[in-house]
């Protein structure tokens, strides 16, 4: 017995295998930039993992916090897990917030971005220099993390641009029937 899906059911699911491929693609050109020179450059995973998980649920949010995480830690040459269990963290927090508090509005993005961020390099700071007690160590964090989270956040724009545009075009939208309608206005 052969169970066929409705035409709408085949373009939404088309619709956000497409989607999902286009983050993924997101992902990669972020490690990539990051990856690529010397000079201090912002942490792009950080923004992109955020802005994902702004309209996914909590199980896909989780899964790119995780891969986002990973690269992180590859780009940055940390222990392997750590920022991938920090941003599988934050990125469900974020998916649970949009879905019960916030609007999908762009100063909450960045609110919650820098927020991310500024945690991701403090916890930095702390495990992997202040912890060690360093000869004059406040000055990484104040001349380089800093600066690191500052650029971040700068960044975070374009990402978020990017992935607004990616779920205006495959992002499923919601349908209401008249049922659901009626109730609302009465």
Known sequence: ??????????????????????????????FLIMTS???????????????????????GSALAGA??????????GKLMGY?????TFFCIIVSLLYEYYLRNKFINYIIITSVIAYIQCWLDYKF???MWEYADVELIFSQISMKVWA????????IYLVIELIN?????KTHITIEEAIKNNS
């Open 1 to 30: 017995m052969r169970f066929r899906t409705t035409r709408e059911q085949r373009i939404f699911n088309v619709k956000t295998v497409v989607r999902w491929i286009l983050y993924y693609i997101v992902i990669f050109i972020c």
């Open 37 to 59: 020179g010397t000079w201090m450059k912002p942490i792009l995973l950080v923004p992109a993992a955020a802005a994902i998980a702004v309209n996914s649920g909590q199980y």
């Open 67 to 76: 891969v986002c995480g990973f690269l992180i830690d590859i780009a940055c």
């Open 83 to 87: 920022n991938a269990v920090l941003l």
């Open 128 to 130: 992997y220099y202040e």
């Open 151 to 158: 650029i971040t956040i700068i960044s975070s724009v374009f």
């Open 168 to 172: 205006h075009f495959f992002l499923p």
